[in-house]
């Protein structure tokens, strides 16, 4: 496989992972989530996270500091997966 065709078959993959996604976009007070964005949410305590992934509705966030999140659920762990419906602000807003 030459350089053209291993580019072509990795926009084809990447045209085929958009269609599949298309309509399962996860919302928050009715704003996309893009991977970057933070978002506010509360297990044990209010606290934030950076989207690294998302999924239809769900989204897989890392903590913004070394020791990871807070609480006695999630206390310490480096990234989890919450629901975009269960978040309550985006990027600070």
Known sequence: MNSSDFRN???GHAVRMN???EGR???INGT???VGDTVDFKSDTE???IVIKIDGNRLTLESPYDSGFLGD???GRETTVVNADDCHGLNGE
């Open 9 to 11: 078959a990795l926009l």
């Open 47 to 49: 606290q934030f996270g």
């Open 73 to 75: 659920y999630i206390g």
């Open 32 to 34: 996309k989530v893009k």
């Open 19 to 21: 269609q599949h996604n």
């Open 25 to 27: 976009i996860a919302t």
